[in-house]
């Protein structure tokens, strides 16, 4: 699992059996820190390859851009090859499964944004686009409601004091 930014446009392609493949490169950063010993440790950014294929891949095409924030799950792949200079090289990979966009959506002022079939942000989920039921969706089905603002109504047996989560 990854939460980072997306450092530049992603580059897509389509194999000759019509299959989408899109890959990303994503920039996850640990913040700057003070030790207890009062060292100062700076911020540090690892770059990372992601893979999409199939409906995935098409999604990205589609709605995400250099900077998006994407929250992602998958594999990690490493290969070898031999470059031009006959020199041996690894690339590691990341074969996404899943990935959420944290990006908001823009949407025009004064527009009021439709979110029927798409994800929590706006955009369509890469999930559903799997035939997966994405969370919107599964809280439908549960039947929960929302108030006339589009709100989540809270049920009215449930009491917040109730609550022993230790967080």
Sequence with gaps: MLIGNVGQEPTVRYLSNGTCVASVRLATTDRAYTTRDGVQIPE???????IFWDKQAETVEKYVHKG????I????????YDDRQGMRRTVVEILVNNM???????TPQGAQSYQGAQGAQGYPSAQSAQGYPSSQSAQSAQGSQNSPAGMPV?????????NDAPF
């Design 44 to 50: 540090h950014s690892e770059w990372h390859s992601l």
């Design 68 to 71: 998006d924030k994407l929250f």
């Design 73 to 80: 799950e998958g594999k990690i792949q490493t290969r070898s």
């Design 100 to 106: 959420e966009m944290l990006t908001p959506k823009a």
């Design 154 to 162: 809270q049920p009215s047996n449930i009491n917040p004091a109730d």
